[in-house]
């Protein structure tokens, strides 16, 4: 029988992440690579690791599993973020008001605009020329 898992999905942009956290040996494994080798951006493994950090909890108490698609490197460590929080909010209720806090259970809901027809962008126009 597997063990004991708390699950959370998170969204970011295009990004989707699912989060599996279970009691272990502090494995953090994203896409079958460990979180370093996958986020190697400075700074990324810090922004990941916040729920962890607002929490109080300790990271070598807990195997985390993700699965993420899509999106960007941003995207794609936001939406890490998001489902890792939504997990421990899953673990201990207690840990939501905490979370909110820290701005970590709000999903952020901003999205590329799309093109539009006689545009070079969303909203670039053509360089306007008299003559």
């Known amino acids: ?41 400075y700074g990324d493994p810090e922004t990941i690791l916040a729920p962890f950090k607002a929490t109080g909890e300790n990271q070598a108490q807990y195997d985390v599993s993700v699965i993420v698609s899509g ?35 709000t999903r952020d809901p901003r999205e590329k605009e799309r093109k539009k027809p006689g545009l070079k962008r969303a909203r670039k126009a053509p360089t306007y020329t008299k003559r």
């Open 1 to 41: 029988m597997a063990a004991q898992y708390y699950e959370g999905i998170g969204r970011r942009k295009t990004a989707t992440a699912r989060v599996r956290v279970s009691a272990g040996s502090g494995n953090f494994v994203v896409n079958q690579k460990s979180l370093e080798e996958f986020f190697t951006r």
């Open 71 to 105: 999106g960007g490197v941003n995207g794609q460590t936001d939406a890490v973020q998001l489902g890792l929080a939504r997990a421990f909010a899953k673990m201990n209720p207690d840990y939501v008001s905490v979370l909110r806090k820290n701005r970590l259970l």
